[in-house]
């Protein structure tokens, strides 16, 4: 049976952390580079799943003595692979990609705040005026509309005196707002 240490074991771990964690970062940094812009993007939710695996995985790989550089880089290999699979899935399908990536939801429209969609997406009230007052509005006289984005982020659209809503279009389609 293994001993439980708790303050020391010795230099020997101690320089197998830094010399696995250097090695795996600098692998992590490579891989992240090479696989593209897109890994590092706002997440949708397998993008999330990936870096929350690469991070669990990065932190196995610096505390578990049993886990080798080449099966850490194999790990980071996969998961960057994997996510490179789902993003090629999703531009070439329009059923996978409405399958991994949230739609944008409108949250508030001219003048008044979609009730049923806030409540869906679980937001209050106090956060979509917050979000206003970040933009610098002074009030929601100067909004048109407040978007949910697939990536968490909060849009606000100013009022304009233009009638092009090619920005957010096909979110009031959705949501059957055109006639309001």
Avoid: C, H
Avoid at 9 to 14: H, I, K, Q, T
Avoid at 107 to 124: N, P, S
Avoid at 148 to 165: A, N, R
């Amino acid at each position: 049976m293994d001993s439980i240490v708790y303050f020391w074991n010795g230099w020997e771990p101690l320089l197998r952390t830094v010399v696995v964690g250097t090695l795996t970062y600098i692998s992590i940094i490579v891989i992240l580079r090479v696989s593209g812009k897109r890994t590092l993007a706002s997440m949708n939710a397998f993008d999330f799943v990936i870096t929350v695996a690469l991070g669990s995985a990065y932190g196995r790989i610096l505390t578990a003595k049993q886990v080798s550089v080449a099966e850490a880089v194999t790990t980071f290999i996969l998961l960057a692979l994997l996510q490179f699979i789902v993003s090629k899935l999703e531009n070439k399908s329009r059923w996978f990609y409405q399958l991994v990536t949230s739609q944008p939801t409108l949250l508030f429209y001219r003048g008044r705040f979609i009730d049923k969609a806030m409540r869906k997406q679980r937001v209050r009230e106090d956060s979509l005026l917050g979000a206003v007052r970040k933009k610098k509005f002074k009030g929601l006289d100067e909004v048109e509309a407040i978007v949910l984005e697939t990536d968490g982020t909060i849009s606000v659209i100013k009022k304009s005196s233009g009638t092009d809503q090619s920005a957010f279009r096909s979110i009031i389609e959705r949501q059957d707002l055109q006639k309001e």
